[in-house]
């Protein structure tokens, strides 16, 4: 299972755009590249999946360079109820272990 | 909207007891993975079954099994608790289990072993 890391934390304002950048030097050629969301006492959320260059949905954009060693999840402005944990992984079908993830807060 | 439910939402145990924690998978989901959250981690992959055989496990020892029954609810079973055990531990259904199957979370079972 390909090891992902992540900033522990990162600070954002109201209306901003995030970045929170994972590394996976040793993704497998069947991983996929998931992000997922997830609150206080409740299960993850899926945000957004990619296996190479960009990918854009209704909440956020992934971006993807060649190598895959590397990913960048993308919130455009962020909104005080963006404020939890955001996990990268390597996604193989399911059967995949988180990193510790980026607790993102926003501040009004 | 997930529709993945999970069984009870908190539990107490002594160390040496045995706990079964139950999930109910969203519907037509044949594919069902656990995992076990420590509190400031990520997920932990426990393992996953697909229609009813599991398929992949992580770095858990024996004493974690499970099963997954013909309408792909399932259960999670620890024998011999340990202290260490204390964790959230959640479900997560998806379609087929194919690659790039999104999965669904439930909200957890909080496990306390004393």
């Known amino acids: 299972l390909a090891k992902t890391t992540q900033p522990i934390s990162m600070d954002s304002y109201e209306g901003q755009e995030v970045n929170i950048t994972c590394s996976h030097n040793n993704i497998a050629t069947n991983d996929y590249i998931t992000w997922y969301q997830q609150f206080p006492s409740q299960g993850p959320r899926f945000i957004i999946q990619g296996y190479k260059t960009k990918v854009t949905n209704e909440v956020a954009s992934l971006f993807i360079p060649a190598d895959r060693k590397s990913s960048t999840l993308s919130l455009p402005r962020v909104s005080l109820s963006d404020t939890a944990v955001y996990y990268c992984l390597a996604f193989n079908a399911g059967k995949s272990t988180f990193g510790d993830g980026t607790t993102l807060t926003v501040k009004p | 909207e997930t529709g993945v439910t999970q069984s009870p939402t908190h539990l107490i145990k002594t160390r040496g007891q045995q706990v079964t924690l139950r999930c109910s998978s969203q519907?037509?989901?044949?594919?069902v993975s656990w995992y076990q959250q420590a509190l400031g981690q990520g997920p932990q992959f426990i393992f996953q079954y697909y229609r009813e055989e599991e398929n992949g496990r992580g770095n858990f020892p024996p004493r974690f099994s499970g099963l997954q029954f013909p309408n792909y609810s399932s259960e999670l079973n620890v024998n011999a608790l340990e202290l260490d055990d204390s964790a959230l531990y959640l479900c997560?259904?998806?379609?087929?289990?194919?690659?790039?199957?999104?999965?669904?979370f439930g909200p957890g079972t909080r496990l306390t072993v004393l």
């Open positions: 519907s037509g989901h044949n594919t």
């Open positions: 997560a259904s998806s379609l087929t289990g194919v690659l790039t199957d999104t999965q669904y």
